[in-house]
């Protein structure tokens, strides 16, 4: 983990905002620390957040959100922010990923399928697909640090996170436990007053296992992403190759911008 400081940022309105950077690495370094950091959506930053996210130093932010969830839930930037915000000009998801669709009953065995199903159908959206390699080609070309999040930063931006982290040599290991890191994130009361009613609201109230399933990360989940991606590419390289247009060139200033 990283040394320069504490996980997760204090925040006030966006749910688990934190550095991703400063694991180990294969070739000996560890990911660099101050220049990768991820959360959640920032419809309801505050100032004081606006403040943090400006002292970082963020340039870039990557919305792995699309166009509906954006419109519904406009994120607050700093004042006079001139950074880029790169997005998918489309719908990544028909909606946040642990929003259900339909009025069926949850149980919590329902609702770990259907997360389930979200991280067997992410590496095969082509829209994903397309954002993914937008995320990993902002990071290697502009300068200054850079923040991707989607709605509750925990899946879409899970899964990116551990992309970027098989290029640098992290291991898979470190890769689960930066992925369940989520489950630590003392912003929960946000992710759940953001989520929680709209998902009550049609199917009325859930118990609390089966909110968990569904607001939760579970090393299940990320086992099922790397599963399909084995199943129909062969490994994480080639899906990061054909599926997502990640070479060799691209490989190489990915591991000079954040290898230490």
């Not at 957040?49 to 970082?56: I, R, S, V, Y």
């Not at 502009?142 to 040599?169: E, P, Q």
């Not at 009550?200 to 399933?213: S, V």
């Not at 599926?243 to 990915?254: H, K, N, S, Y």
Request: hydrophobic share 35%; with cysteine; net charge negative.
């Amino acid at each position: 983990m990283s040394d320069t400081g504490p996980t997760f940022l204090a925040t006030e309105g966006i749910h688990n905002f934190r550095d991703y950077g400063g694991y180990p690495t294969q070739g000996g370094g560890r990911v660099r620390s101050g220049l990768l950091f991820r959360s959640g959506q920032h419809v309801e930053a505050s100032e004081a957040d606006l403040k943090t996210f400006a002292d970082l130093g963020i340039r870039t932010v990557i919305d792995l959100r699309g166009n509906g969830e954006r419109e519904r839930h406009p994120c607050r930037r700093p004042d006079l922010w001139d950074g880029e915000v790169v997005f998918y000009d489309g719908e990544t998801s028909s909606s946040p990923p642990h929003v259900p669709q339909e009025k069926r009953e949850l149980t919590p065995e329902t609702a770990q399928e259907r997360m389930l199903n979200l991280y067997t159908r992410m590496p095969e959206n082509p829209a994903m697909q397309v954002i993914f390699g937008q995320y990993l080609r902002a990071l290697a070309d502009r300068d200054g640090a850079s923040l991707v999040h989607c709605f509750a930063g925990k899946d879409r931006t899970g899964m990116a996170a551990a992309l970027l982290h098989h290029i640098l040599g992290v291991s898979r290991a470190d890769m689960v436990t930066e992925f369940l890191r989520t489950n630590d994130a003392p912003t929960y009361d946000i992710l759940e007053r953001q989520s929680l009613p709209g998902i009550e609201a049609r199917l009325g109230p859930l118990d609390r296992p089966t909110i968990d399933a569904l607001m939760q990360v579970r090393e299940g989940y990320f086992d099922r992403f790397v599963g399909t991606v084995d199943e129909r590419w062969g490994s994480l390289d080639a899906f990061l190759e054909q599926a997502i247009g990640v070479d060799d060139p691209l490989r190489e200033r990915l591991n000079d911008r954040f290898g230490a």
